[in-house]
């Protein structure tokens, strides 16, 4: 059984996830958005519109880099049943993406339990997806944790280059 035969995960996987990571950053972030004087709903309506946006871009960019790597590894599958695959896979960082928020933003020496958090919830999202993969294209569980892995890869390195 594959997390999008749960359609909720797959509507709601990752706009959840937007909405989550824009709330733990506007907590963390609070302090100076207070002494700049904007009103915390004005803010939040602000980093939720760039929350969902980053996400959306996130989620679309991810699902090609895994559309392409599941191709150079012979498989097919359409891009839309990959968005699903992807977004089923996504509740798991429902505490993901707060705690990412907070890592990147949150106090200096308060983020470590972040930080473990954060890479945890990447894991089991990884692993989550790896497994509906191969259940999806009838592939045994190694060569869908390959094509995952390789597209995790790719993704870190690009954006270690980009740093």
Do not use: H
């Not at 989550?20 to 915390?40: D, F």
């Amino acid at each position: 059984m594959t997390a999008t035969e749960n359609r909720w995960q797959v509507v709601l996987g990752m706009p959840v996830a937007g909405l989550l990571w824009s709330l733990a950053t506007l907590i963390a972030r609070g302090p100076e958005v207070v002494a700049l004087g904007i009103p915390m709903t004005e803010a939040l309506v602000y980093i939720s519109l760039g929350g969902m946006a980053q996400t959306l871009l996130l989620w679309v960019g991810f699902t090609f880099v895994i559309w392409a790597m599941t191709r150079a590894f012979g498989g097919k599958v359409a891009i839309l049943r990959l968005l699903a695959l992807v977004s089923g896979s996504a509740p798991v960082l429902w505490a993901g993406a707060p705690a990412t928020a907070y890592w990147i933003y949150g106090t200096a020496g308060q983020t470590a339990i972040a930080a473990t958090l954060c890479l945890t919830a990447l894991a089991l999202f990884l692993r989550g997806l790896a497994k509906d993969l191969a259940i999806d294209l009838g592939w045994p569980a190694s060569r869908a944790a390959a094509v995952v892995a390789t597209a995790t890869i790719f993704l870190a390195s690009f954006t270690f280059l980009a740093i």
